[in-house]
């Protein structure tokens, strides 16, 4: 069977697996799912030795190929972890990379992979991302990168960067949908029990995300229950009911605990789901609507338009992920 694009992933002592593995395994299921008799991808650990490379958490890794033995690969992908931050480490990973970048199609990091990146300065002038939690300490390091704080992934071809561990999931997906189309990429994503594929611009955190950090033992189970009930009746009184809490307390509560009315948050969770469910195969702005719990396509239309300042159906055809 005949091997197709050379991805190599980049190994280091100290890396964070996860960063490694996660997309590989996008990668691999998109070989599995593949109908034809050509491997898509060939995907291969490559490091400065061969000598096994231990992630943060202990596992093992062995490369297939060294910084010096490498054949040409069409992809290169920079995982992140402490090892990065060791200066040696860094430099002999950035040296290398910037040495394969004219003859390497895209160059990509998860999470803070791009110390590596960012240490050739061929990101100089240009937008990245990384996790949320190293944005400064990274825009400090490498000040001629432009770093988002806010978004999963950004694409600046050649150069790719993710944000922590699931969005390195995130971008594979989109490096398979811009070589296989959006078809493949979608089977990968339900093959791999991806909830959905993410749009790159889509934040680093969700508003379930920040409910369930910010969330008071009264809340706790509310915000694990409501992401998957937004077609239910969310009225005050009912949700009030769901904490044993009268409308007014909890109204009170609420306001305190997260700093916006029940009725302000709802709409926010509302029309995030829908941001995410609109361009998917065989979705209507009124399927939509309904599914997050708008009453009518026009009230949706407007709310949507107010918090993201552009019409859903507008939104739909620039995220459209059926060709």
């Known amino acids: ?12 002592p100290g890396l964070t697996v996860l960063d490694l593995i996660g997309p590989h395994e996008v990668f691999a299921a998109a070989n599995m799912l593949n109908k034809g008799h050509i491997t898509l991808y060939e995907t291969v650990i490559v490091a400065a030795r061969r000598a096994p490379a231990v992630s943060d958490s202990g596992i093992t890794l062995t490369p297939r190929e060294t910084f010096a033995t490498a054949r040409p690969f069409d992809t290169l992908i920079t995982p992140g972890g402490p090892g990065l931050r060791v200066a040696k480490v860094q430099s002999e990973v950035a040296t290398w990379l910037k040495l394969m970048a004219p003859r390497t199609r895209r160059m990509a990091s998860v999470c803070t992979g791009l110390y590596g990146l960012a240490a050739t300065e061929l990101l100089d002038g240009r937008r990245a991302t990384t996790h949320w939690r190293h944005v400064e300490d990274a825009a400090r390091r490498f000040p001629k990168v432009m770093v988002d704080p806010s978004v999963l992934y950004v694409v600046d071809p ?12 995130d971008l594979a997906l989109a490096l398979i949908e811009e070589d296989h189309g959006s078809d493949l990429a979608l089977a990968v994503a339900r093959e791999l029990v991806v909830f959905l594929k993410r749009p790159g611009g889509q934040a680093q955190f969700s508003e379930p995300l920040r409910f369930q950090t910010r969330a008071t033992d009264k809340f706790a189970q509310l915000a694990a229950w409501l992401p998957e009930h937004l077609a239910d009746d ?3 009184e009912s949700l009030a009911k769901r ?11 609420f306001k305190e605990a997260f700093g916006t009315t029940i009725g302000e948050y709802v709409e926010r969770v509302r029309l995030e789901a829908a941001r995410e469910r609109l361009g998917a195969p065989g979705q209507t702005l009124q399927s939509v609507a309904v599914s997050v719990g708008f009453r009518s396509a026009d009230v949706f ?3 949507f338009e107010r918090r993201f300042g552009v019409p859903p159906s507008l939104y739909a055809r620039h995220f459209q992920r059926s060709k």
Do not use: D, E, N, W
């Open 1 to 12: 069977m005949a091997k197709g694009r050379r991805i190599g992933f980049v190994a280091f």
């Open 158 to 169: 050649p150069y790719y960067t993710s944000a922590g561990i699931t969005a390195g999931i």
């Open 234 to 236: 969310l009225s005050i």
């Open 243 to 253: 904490t044993h809490s009268s409308p007014r307390h909890f109204t009170r509560l």
């Open 301 to 303: 239309r407007r709310a």
